[in-house]
């Protein structure tokens, strides 16, 4: 387990070790193991090396430029309004089901112009297949996540196909007529990227905004700070260090490796299984002074883990940030006295970090 900050930036940009777990790792034979040998691999890129993982991220990159992301403002701060709008009325907020949520969802489906005839069904499965994702999941997670994805995949292909025909200004109509060297998406990468979208592009960010409120209301000074001037991205950027969504991520070395600890090398053998911690990162001491208070006027917070690092960075990190500098920023503009009713209930994860449950009364 790599905890200090070089370590983990240093294993992130370092293409000897691979993300893709399955087939590099010497891992024991286990019941998940088995499952996971047994049925389809994902094709995500989220699991792949160069230059597999390079030629996809080129393909699917430029969907996601900052100037793409930024004009999806209007319409991110039109939904948070939306949402915050029966809270005014009734005088209380489900922090989760309301508002951190519903929002993202909603984005990535507009992004799409996906149909919402079937909006609860595509939460359903992109929550179960989530589950999956945790390297303490189960064979009972692991056969709901092959049923989610056999209940979404035909769906997905009907909705594509379509597409096809029927061409539009949307993410989707790009991805699919997107070409780079003479090479496209094929059927099965379109699928995985479509499902990745729902997955990591709404997931992170729900745990992310509900992170940043429960931050906020346990640091009342912060939250003063950020009435007084308004919420920014270099207070979303300490929010992200202070407590991100995703915790850790795991790696395996190609070839055997060194890493120096005090006067000593470690060796980490080719294959062994690490764990690098970005939340332990994003608290080093010898990289963030006294790392364990949160500090929205910090200097270098933008220098946080919470979108991992090196090929592997997180593609959707522009629209997370935004999405979250929209809804927590509104909700502190919107109602001067923020209290919570009942204490956060909290995800039952070991990767993922987020509340899953947080009832707050606001005026």
């Known amino acids: 387990m790599l905890t200090r900050y070089d370590d983990v930036v240093n294993t992130l940009r370092n293409n000897d070790f ?13 019941p998940t193991r088995k499952f996971r040998r047994e049925n389809e691999r994902s094709k995500s890129i989220l699991n792949l090396d160069p230059p597999d993982h390079t030629r996809l991220r080129r393909l ?28 005014k009325k009734i005088g209380s907020l489900e922090l989760v089901e309301e508002l951190a949520f519903p929002v993202p969802f909603q984005v990535i489906s507009d992004l799409l112009a996906m149909p919402t005839d079937r909006a609860e069904e595509l939460r359903d499965w992109s929550q179960i297949i989530t589950a999956t994702l945790e390297p303490t999941t189960s ?23 379509h597409r096809r025909k029927n061409m539009g200004d949307d993410m989707l109509s790009s991805l699919i007529s997107v070409e780079e060297q003479g090479e496209k998406l094929n059927n099965d990468e379109l699928m995985s990227f479509v499902i990745l979208l729902y997955i990591a592009g709404h997931e992170t960010t729900v745990n992310l905004i509900g992170n940043s409120v429960h931050a906020l209301l346990t640091h009342p000074e912060q939250l003063a700070a950020m009435r007084k001037i308004g919420c920014n991205q270099n207070m979303i950027d300490e929010l ?12 395996t070395p190609l070839v055997d490796v060194a890493i120096r600890v005090g006067d000593d090398d470690v060796e980490i053998k080719k294959g062994s299984l690490v764990l690098a911690s970005l939340g332990a990162g994003n608290h080093d001491p010898s990289v963030f002074n006294n790392p364990h208070a949160l500090d929205l006027a910090r200097a270098n917070s933008n220098r946080h883990l919470a ?22 920023g509104t909700l502190v503009k919107t109602f001067a006295n923020i209290e919570v009713a009942s204490e956060p209930e909290w995800r039952d994860r070991l990767t993922i970090r987020g509340v899953s449950k947080y009832e707050l009364r606001v005026s």
Do not use: W
């Not at 691979?18 to 286990?30: F, G, Q, T, V």
């Not at 064979?139 to 196909?161: F, N, T």
């Not at 992200?240 to 790696?251: A, C, K, M, S, Y």
């Open 18 to 30: 691979s993300r893709d777990i399955e087939l590099n790792a010497n891992l024991p034979e286990s």
């Open 60 to 87: 699917v990159s430029k969907s996601f430029t900052p100037s793409a992301i930024e004009k999806l403002r209007p319409r991110i701060q039109q939904l948070v309004d939306d949402s915050l709008a029966n809270a």
């Open 139 to 161: 064979v009972d997670d692991l056969q709901k996540g092959q049923i989610a994805i056999g209940k979404m995949r035909p769906y997905l292909e009907e909705v594509i196909a």
């Open 240 to 251: 992200l260090r202070f407590n991100g969504p995703v915790q850790h991520t795991i790696r």
């Open 307 to 328: 979108f991992s690092g090196g090929v592997h960075y997180c593609l959707g990190a522009s629209l997370a940030k935004l999405e979250t500098e929209i809804a927590v």
